[in-house]
């Protein structure tokens, strides 16, 4: 079974621009969360979509928000860039649904590096 | 406020030892406990999960759930250079609509 995909892998914007960042769950995968990583600090929860709806977000601004299409792709977008926003962008894709260990069980993807200059 | 508390660290041990992380949470409700490996500049990896009080072992690394202390701890037997990465704790419940309350990470090092 093919992983969790990220598109792009590295992406370099000024402040001001805006981005759009994109995630594709493992095959069958229901919910798809997405998380901020900078330097030494830890996953910060940015959102996460369940059927194409938004079932828990995180203490992010409103210039960070997401979508989940019906094949449950996932995109993240970011407006009006600051140097603040550099990071690294990680989805994670589960079955969701019922807690108990197997079907919560989040896999990552490899990241999306965003450098905002 | 749902937290989960990890040790920071860093914690050295040799190479050889057993290293033991521990992982503290406030969510009486949690149902799902998980373990995962980062190593710097690279996405997490799950190590494994636990949901029942006790011990699950797989391979070199056990977890071990103690929920009337609220504590989960992952141990690794004959540690090897290989191990050193940051260990993040993850906790989730149906109060918290299934969303992962993650810890800051514990950063291990293995001495040769």
């Known amino acids: 079974k093919a992983g969790v995909t990220q598109t792009p892998r590295y992406l370099i914007k000024t402040r001001g621009q805006q981005v759009t960042l994109s995630c594709s769950p493992i095959s069958g995968h229901r919910s798809v969360s997405w998380y901020q990583q900078t330097p030494g600090q830890g996953l910060q929860f940015l959102f996460e979509?369940?059927?194409?709806?938004?079932?828990n977000k995180g203490n992010f601004p409103g210039r960070f928000s997401g979508r989940q299409f019906s094949n449950s792709r996932s995109e993240m977008n970011v407006s009006t860039l600051e140097l603040g926003d550099s990071a690294l962008y990680l989805c994670a894709s589960s079955s969701g649904g019922v807690a108990g260990g197997t079907t919560d069980t989040q896999y990552f993807g490899p990241g999306t590096r965003l450098t905002v200059l | 406020q749902k937290e989960v508390e990890q040790n920071s660290g860093p914690l050295s041990v040799p190479e050889g030892a057993i290293a033991s992380l521990n992982c503290t949470y406030s969510?009486?409700?949690?149902?799902?406990f998980f373990w995962y490996r980062q190593y710097s500049g690279k996405s997490p990896e799950l190590i494994m999960f636990?949901?029942s009080n006790g011990d699950k072992e797989d391979g070199r690394f056990t977890a071990q759930l103690n929920k009337a202390s609220q504590y989960v701890s992952l141990l690794i037997r004959d540690s090897q250079p290989s191990d050193s990465a940051t260990y993040l704790c993850a906790v989730t419940s149906m109060d918290s609509n299934y969303q992962l309350i993650w810890g800051a990470g514990t950063k291990l090092i293995i001495k040769p």
């Open positions: 979509y369940f059927s194409e709806t938004q079932r």
């Open positions: 969510d009486r409700g949690s149902q799902s």
């Open positions: 636990i949901y």
